[in-house]
Nanobody
Framework: QVQLVESGGGLVQPGGSLRLSCAASGTIFSINVMGWYRQAPGKERELVAAITSGGTISYQESVKGRFTISRDVAKNTVYLQMNSLKFEDTAVYYC?????????????WGQGTQVTVSS
């Protein structure tokens, strides 16, 4: 019932920056966790960063110090600021959210946004 829409992907040179946004809509009860995953061709989808409604944040080791995740709880929106981008960051980035209602979990995924780092 929760729908996610990502935006902000694109082509950027190494060392550049991009900011991804993801807005949740539809039937929402209580989204506790929102995060960003990415998947490159031929590779498994991996967690990039996640943030809870309480502000607890987790990052993949490879992006620590370069990426920053933030969230506007009231607007059910999550952001990913990506700085010092590298070739290895090239992937499709997916937004994820976990919505909870009386023990029932609804997991939602966005359609993905392409991030390409190239010289």
């Amino acid at each position: 019932q929760v729908q996610l829409v990502e935006s902000g992907g694109g082509l950027v040179q190494p060392g550049g920056s991009l900011r991804l946004s993801c807005a949740a809509s539809g039937t929402i009860f209580s989204i506790n966790v929102m995060g960003w995953y990415r998947q490159a061709p031929g590779k498994e989808r991996e967690l990039v960063a996640a943030i809870t409604s309480g502000g607890t944040i987790s990052y993949q080791e490879s992006v620590k110090g370069r990426f920053t995740i933030s969230r506007d709880v009231a607007k059910n929106t999550v952001y990913l600021q990506m700085n010092s981008l590298k070739f290895e960051d090239t992937a499709v980035y997916y937004c994820n959210a976990h919505d909870y209602s009386d023990g029932v979990e609804d997991v939602a995924w966005g359609q993905g946004t392409q991030v390409t780092v190239s010289s």
